[in-house]
């Protein structure tokens, strides 16, 4: 029976490992910057350019503004200041300074509206960087525990990596083989536990007579899935 329990646990070292890898892979994929905080710092970003085009509009609004009334000031003297007396030139001042006006009523309405644009950005901004900070910390939460899982599971390897090289020495060239043929085609299990004289991994009962030899045997295997057997308390 001394051949089967080094095979299974040699199988319980195989299987331990494959599952190892596995998530070992996952944990490598999932470090590094994720989806959700790359989307969370562009959102900052997008805002950002927002408030800032507001601001810069609302600045070209004022400028326009300014130069605006300057520009109706510096009419309106021309206007009542005596110094142009043509009734069709005073006729087109006029003109011209209530133009002149309704372009700055027109702008100040433009420059309310830039304001309160300006403030909605601005608060959506401030928004996206309270949510960048959460994303953030809990990314940094998450990678840190990733790290140390990924430090376990490589210490975990290198154990089963030593139990490994201890055990290969003491199997018999062919039961190895054996092993690896059956690992192979039998989905990844060689060696199956039969308890209460069935196998487990078919279900399948072993006859009575059979099981009489099975205990003289090194190797048994189940008659249904040829499977390598062993009687579960042969692990205990
Ligand atoms: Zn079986």
Redesign the pocket.
């Known amino acids: 029976m001394n051949r089967a329990i080094s095979l299974h646990r040699l199988q319980q070292l195989d299987q331990e490992e494959e599952s190892l890898r596995h998530r070992l892979r996952e944990v490598t994929a999932a470090l590094g910057e994720t989806p959700t905080l790359q989307e969370a710092r562009q959102a900052v970003q997008r805002a950002a350019n927002d408030a800032h085009r507001w601001a810069v509009r609302q600045r070209d609004l004022e400028l326009a503004i300014r130069g605006l009334k300057d520009e109706i000031t510096s009419a309106e003297r021309t206007l009542y200041n005596g110094s142009v007396r043509n009734p069709k030139a005073l006729d087109d001042l006029q003109k011209k300074v209530l133009s002149l006006k309704k372009l700055q009523e027109k702008r100040e309405e433009e420059l309310l509206e830039a304001m309160i644009a300006r403030e909605e950005a601005e608060e959506a901004q401030k928004q996206a960087q309270a949510h960048l900070v959460e994303v953030e910390s809990a990314w940094r939460r998450d990678q840190a525990a990733l790290e140390a899982e990924k430090g376990q599971l490589e210490g975990r390897l290198g154990e089963i990596r030593r139990a490994r090289a201890a055990l290969l020495p003491t199997i018999p060239r062919e039961d190895l083989e054996l092993y690896r043929n059956l690992r192979r085609t039998r989905g990844g299990m060689a060696v199956?536990v039969m308890r209460f004289g069935a196998?487990?991994?078919?279900?399948?009962e072993v006859p009575s007579g059979r099981l009489e030899r099975a205990r003289e045997m090194d190797l048994f295997f189940?008659?249904?899935?040829?499977?390598i057997?062993i009687p579960e308390e042969a692990l205990l």
């Open positions: 199956a196998c487990t991994a078919c279900g399948m189940c008659g249904n899935c040829e499977r057997l």
